[in-house]
């Protein structure tokens, strides 16, 4: 049977090899990000650097885990969208009860 | 036959139940988003009770943060075990995923019991209530993905549970890795960031 090009299966998947390295730098980012809370040095840039290691994870296991990378570009679009608001969300309500200030 | 097979036809050549989950999903980043915020801007303004710095427990929560990095991994070699058609390594993965699950939920429990006992409650102040409301809503969705999970496992046990059923357990990875990726959030921005500030 002839499977459509455009069906949501056909993408590639990662190779377990693939999965096992991301794994990994999940799990060096989150060894820096315990490791670099207890250095006193880091604490005047801590949230941004906290805020970036973050991020980072965040995409790689929506990139990878969640196939976003190697997916329908529609899917990427139904989760970013909200995502956008919800960050929308988030700053201006930070902003509205002066959290920054 | 394939999961591709399987799926039936439709306008966007796209499974139906594929793109109701990721709308699902961006619904509940909204849903996050809000009890994250909500979290943020009550921070800092309780007038009793204990508050972030004195409770919160960064060595514990790294260890279950781990746990749940862990899970996903475990997570996407269940669907590439069932992919392929692999039985034992499809329960095997399916298992450590739930197992992993429950692992975090009892890290979870261990948390909010120690809170409790050293004063802090969902009455007690503005912390405790956004606090408990934010991890419990999280700690809520990982029990339903450990449910959902430990069903897989079961229809694998069954048989039903072949290379056909993985866009369902695709599905249900999905929903696993939000859970997480939720959690890398809160581990940073109410764990991490709150209690250096």
């Given at each position: 049977m002839t499977e459509s090009p455009e069906s949501t299966s056909q993408h590639a998947h990662p190779t377990a090899g693939a999965y096992l390295a991301v794994a990994g730098v999940l799990t060096v980012i989150t060894l820096v990000e315990v490791g670099i809370f207890y250095v006193p040095a880091f604490q005047a840039i801590l949230a941004p650097v906290l805020i970036i290691l973050s991020a980072t994870k965040f995409a790689l296991v929506v990139m990878f885990y969640m196939h976003l990378r190697h997916d329908h570009p529609l899917f990427t679009g139904v989760f970013v969208l909200p995502l956008a608001i919800a960050l929308a969300v988030v700053v201006a309500l930070l902003l509205l009860f002066g959290v920054f200030g | 036959?394939?999961?591709?097979?399987?799926?039936?036809?439709?306008?966007?050549?796209?499974?139906?139940?594929?793109?109701?989950?990721?709308?699902?999903?961006?619904?509940?980043?909204?849903?996050?988003?809000?009890?994250?915020?909500?979290?943020?801007?009550?921070?800092?303004?309780?007038?009793?009770?204990?508050?972030?710095?004195?409770?919160?427990?960064?060595?514990?929560?790294?260890?279950?943060?781990?746990?749940?990095?862990?899970?996903?991994?475990?997570?996407?070699?269940?669907?590439?075990?069932?992919?392929?058609?692999?039985?034992?390594?499809?329960?095997?993965?399916?298992?450590?995923?739930?197992?992993?699950?429950?692992?975090?939920?009892?890290?979870?429990?261990?948390?909010?019991?120690?809170?409790?006992?050293?004063?802090?409650?969902?009455?007690?102040?503005?912390?405790?209530?956004?606090?408990?409301?934010?991890?419990?809503?999280?700690?809520?969705?990982?029990?339903?993905g450990v449910i959902w999970l430990l069903t897989l496992f079961v229809r694998s046990l069954q048989g039903k549970l072949g290379p056909d059923k993985a866009l369902n357990v695709e599905i249900a990875g999905l929903y696993w890795h939000f859970v997480d990726v939720v959690w890398i959030v809160i581990f940073t921005v109410v764990y991490l960031i709150q209690t250096s500030a």
């Open positions: - | 036959m394939t999961q591709a097979v399987a799926a039936h036809h439709t306008s966007t050549g796209l499974d139906n139940k594929k793109l109701a989950f990721w709308l699902f999903i961006g619904s509940e980043c909204l849903l996050f988003g809000s009890l994250i915020a909500t979290y943020l801007v009550y921070e800092g303004r309780s007038i009793s009770g204990p508050t972030t710095h004195e409770i919160l427990n960064i060595p514990v929560t790294s260890i279950s943060t781990f746990d749940l990095l862990m899970s996903s991994l475990a997570m996407v070699l269940a669907l590439a075990a069932v992919t392929r058609g692999d039985k034992l390594w499809s329960r095997v993965w399916l298992a450590t995923t739930a197992g992993l699950g429950v692992v975090f939920l009892g890290f979870q429990a261990y948390e909010f019991v120690t809170f409790v006992h050293e004063g802090l409650t969902l009455q007690v102040n503005l912390f405790g209530s956004t606090f408990f409301t934010l991890t419990g809503f999280h700690g809520g969705h990982v029990l339903v």
